[in-house]
Nanobody, 118 residues
Framework: QVQLLESGGGLAQAGDSLRLSCAAS????????MGWFRQAPGKEREFVAV????????KYTDSVKGRFTISRDNAKNTVYLQMNSLRPEDTAVYYC???????????WGQGTQVTVSS
């Protein structure tokens, strides 16, 4: 069983930066791929970024490439999402997720709200 807890969300202005964190419980964190997803009001949840268990592979949705960076610290059981040059369209609830491989997610956090004003 893995439990995930996101933090770091909040209010920002366009162009600002925020860093989200996702702390995971469980001994197998370092063996899991970790992903970030987001859901804006009235929209479906969408993929944002993912990182492999070793950190050697990262993938991003096109709209955040060059602005967001996903990273992980296996010693701290934590995955991060550094968000730079925020835009109003980045406003959403951000969720982290974990799973045995990239693209397979078994566990989800409760989400953290990010609101970007213009």
């Amino acid at each position: 069983q893995v439990q995930l807890l996101e933090s770091g969300g909040g209010l920002a202005q366009a162009g600002d930066s925020l860093r989200l964190s996702c702390a995971a419980s469980g001994r197998t964190f370092s063996r899991y791929a970790m992903g970030w997803f987001r859901q804006a009001p009235g929209k479906e949840r969408e993929f944002v970024a993912v990182i492999s268990w070793s950190g050697s592979i990262t993938k991003y949705t096109d709209s955040v490439k060059g602005r967001f960076t996903i990273s992980r610290d296996n010693a701290k059981n934590t995955v991060y999402l550094q968000m730079n040059s925020l835009r109003p369209e980045d406003t959403a609830v951000y969720y982290c997720a974990s799973g045995p491989t990239i693209g397979t997610y078994n566990y989800w956090g409760q989400g953290t709200q990010v609101t970007v004003s213009s």
